[in-house]
């Protein structure tokens, strides 16, 4: 079993501020992750003016969030150096649109990160595809049949990575689909994860255990800032939590006991918890022990409860008081 890779995915979380932006990473990076994710999103290309905006955009539209949010592909590069060379993990980010793959490009990363409402996007899976990138495909809108066609597109199976995902907010665990998972991996002979929209850590870590190789969750500094997606992120401390335990669970699924060999080492505690044979009540000289004449109690530094059978049917060669363990010498 290798590393899980697991990304913290800041979006536009970051309002357009190259400073907020780099707090992130550091605190994705400080909680342990791999990958540091951003999304790129040029209006022009991806939306017409009548496009509807979401729901939770309240205050601005769509195109005044992401004019107000983009970096240039020189900020980028800042932020790509920032992540890479000070804090050890990867850089990339999600296209919307053909010139959006281009810019990332220009800004040189190493992976795309094509998102669940891209996936029916042929000419930019296609793009991406020409550029012999890594590909992490998100599966969260797609239908077997839309998802079949994307992955067709893809023809270096080694360098694909497929994502079960539900693109509901918050997903309900019951909706998260790791059943899917499982079968996007049989269907596709490829690498699958896990992007979680869920709340919690429970969910990924059993995607991890399923055998999720890579494992996606919103991050943020808080909950209570703003975006389309910081009330369903991950804070700081529990995403630390969530890796610790997802690292936790691939050292438990990876390592190698040998059972004999453990339990020489657990001397004390089978000395504090395991049971010795005791004299249930007075048992006189010349008295043969009965059933009913043992008890089996703490510690276990006497004759071992398991070898009863050896003690019953023996006569009594020494006084034995009640509540009494019973030594080998006492008996005959």
């Not at 094509?114 to 595809?129: C, T």
């Not at 023996?314 to 008996?331: D, L, M, P, Y």
Request: aromatic share 8%.
């Amino acid at each position: 079993m290798k590393k899980t890779y697991i990304i913290a995915e800041i979006g536009n979380t970051h309002e357009g501020s190259v400073g907020l932006a780099k707090q992130f990473i550091k605190a994705a990076a400080d909680c342990g992750v791999d990958a540091v994710k951003f999304q790129t999103h040029i209006f022009e290309a991806e939306s017409l003016p009548s496009a509807p905006n979401p729901s939770y955009f309240k205050d601005e539209t769509r195109k005044e969030y992401f004019e107000r949010t983009a970096f240039t592909i020189e900020q980028y590069k800042i932020l790509k150096d920032y992540a890479e060379n000070e804090c050890k993990v990867d850089f990339f980010s999600s296209p919307f649109s053909l010139e959006a793959v281009d810019f990332l490009m220009e800004v040189g990363v190493s992976t795309f990160k094509i998102p669940s409402g891209e996936v029916s996007n042929i000419p930019l899976l296609e793009h991406v595809a020409k550029t012999g990138k890594n590909v992490i495909l998100s599966s969260g809108m797609s239908s077997w049949e839309e998802l079949d066609r994307a992955v067709a597109v893809f023809k270096d199976k080694e360098k694909l990575t497929i994502l079960q995902c539900t693109s509901e907010y918050p997903c309900k665990p019951e909706n998260a689909g790791l059943n899917v998972m499982l079968e996007i991996k049989e269907r596709y002979q490829c690498k699958v994860g896990f992007s979680d929209h869920t709340l919690g850590i429970g969910v990924p870590l059993t995607a991890v255990v399923l055998g999720a190789t890579l494992v996606e969750k919103h991050f943020t500094l808080s909950k209570l800032m703003y975006g389309s997606d910081a009330k369903n992120s991950t804070e700081p401390k529990e995403f630390k939590h969530m890796v610790d335990n997802i690292r936790a669970a691939e050292l438990a699924i990876t390592s190698k006991i040998d059972k004999n060999e453990i339990v020489k080492e657990l001397g004390e505690m089978k000395f504090v918890f395991e049971k010795s044979i005791v004299s249930a009540r007075e048992l006189k000289a010349g008295h043969v022990i009965s059933e009913e004449d043992l008890v089996y109690k703490k510690p276990g530094d006497g004759i071992p409860a398991k070898d009863y059978k050896n003690v019953i049917g023996k006569k009594v060669i020494k006084n034995i008081a009640a509540n009494e363990k019973i030594e080998f010498s006492q008996i005959q």
